[in-house]
């Protein structure tokens, strides 16, 4: 599986940006997708994962209400709206995925593939 990832750039507080991330197959219905993020000097932070089967989706304390993660299925592409954001918000954003039979993980080392990070900076 190869992920693409797009959008980020530098955004006010308070302002929008959406991220994309194009999957290049999808085989099982155990397929999740997810975001992390790492902002300087911090550890990777799992933001919002999906399981593609269910449409279910598990978000941080810190994002709800503000990111909305939806999929497109005929594209293997999940979009991540990000509303409201704080500088906080600002990290390299990862996408990535892994086959799982049950859950939605949220530990790095459960997800087998990576996009390229995307800059989100959100000036105060």
């Known amino acids: 599986v190869q992920l693409q990832a797009s959008g980020g750039g530098l955004v006010q507080a308070g302002g929008s940006l959406r991220l994309s991330c194009e999957a290049s197959l999808r085989t099982s219905s155990n397929y999740i997708m997810g975001w992390f993020r790492q902002a300087p000097g911090k550890e990777c932070e799992f933001v919002v994962g999906i399981r593609w089967s269910t449409g279910v989706t598990v978000y941080i304390n810190s994002v709800k209400g503000r990111f909305t993660l939806s999929r497109d299925n005929a594209r293997n592409t999940v979009h991540l709206q990000m509303d409201r954001l704080r500088p906080e918000d600002t990290a390299v954003y990862y996408c990535?995925?892994?086959?799982?039979?049950?859950?939605?993980?949220?530990?790095?080392?459960?997800?087998?593939?990576w996009g390229q990070g995307t800059l989100v900076t959100v000036s105060s």
């Open positions: 990535a995925a892994t086959y799982r039979g049950a859950g939605i993980p949220s530990a790095h080392a459960e997800y087998n593939y």
